[in-house]
């Protein structure tokens, strides 16, 4: 298993885009980590920018991480196997209103 890490200062939002390499390769999980809980609510967004064009680009997943059970240390898994391009890329966006130290690790299983 591959992963990609992006840490970000307390003072920037995160907007991160990462590839599989290789081939293809299966998306296993995302990780996102904050230095506290953030308690505004706003919206952690996980993307899929699809190299075949934005008209095949799509939302994996939403979650508002203030009402979120362990928001400093937030994981989601896909439902199904999610296999991605090397040239996809997945996008982990976020305000961070409250400016906590964030990192974003996107994890991915070779093909």
């Not at 907007?15 to 599989?20: G, K, R």
């Not at 081939?23 to 995302?30: A, C, I, M, R, Y």
């Not at 994981?75 to 305000?95: E, G, K, M, N």
């Amino acid at each position: 298993m591959s992963r990609a890490v992006l840490p970000y200062s307390h003072t920037s939002s995160v907007a991160v885009a990462l590839s599989a390499g290789g081939d293809f390769g299966q998306l296993t999980h995302v990780q996102f980590t904050a230095d506290s809980d953030p308690t505004t609510s706003e919206n952690m967004t996980i993307t899929l920018d699809s190299h075949l064009g934005s008209e095949y680009d799509f939302l994996l997943h939403s979650v508002d991480l203030s009402a979120a059970a362990d928001p400093d240390n937030y994981i989601w898994q896909p439902s199904q196997p999610l296999w991605v391009h090397c040239d996809d890329r997945i996008i982990v966006a976020f305000t961070n209103t409250d400016t906590n130290a964030c990192s974003v690790a996107v994890y991915f299983k070779p093909a």
